[in-house]
Each structure stands twice: as C-alpha cells, then as structure tokens.
C-alpha cells in the first residue's frame, strides 16, 4: 500500500491539485506555512493514489511513498 505525502512549507495554495483530484480528498486547511501561504490536507480514507495531484502542483507539494 502506498501513501501520498505532502511538503506543506512548498504549499503555496494554487488549488490546482484541489480542482483535480477526481475524489476530492484534498482540501485547503486554516493552518499558514512559514511563508504565510494557506496550506492543504489529504484524506487519505479517499485518496486513491492516481498522481494527478502530483503532475499539476508547479511547486512539487506531494511525493508518493511505498509503505511496507
């Protein structure tokens, strides 16, 4: 099983990935970064893993990681 991790200090909340996730399981927190920027969240229950998120963040937020 794999997980999709997220740099939230890169975040700068461009909603790209918000918009394209077919499952709407990220969502834009209240919680700022060092920069100031409005940071975003993952369901992982209805994440499925496809990457679309991480194609279209300009700013390389999320990493897929294999869990053992």
């Not at 940071?39 to 998120?53: N, P, R, S, Y």
């Amino acid at each position: 099983m794999s997980k999709l991790k997220i740099n939230t200090e890169r975040c700068k909340a461009y909603g790209l990935c918000i918009r394209e996730c077919p499952k709407k399981a990220i969502h834009m927190t209240m919680h700022l970064n060092e920069k100031g920027y409005t940071v975003i969240e993952i369901d992982q229950e209805k994440c499925i893993k496809c990457g679309i998120c991480y194609h279209m963040c300009p700013d390389c937020v999320f990493e897929l990681l294999e869990e053992a």
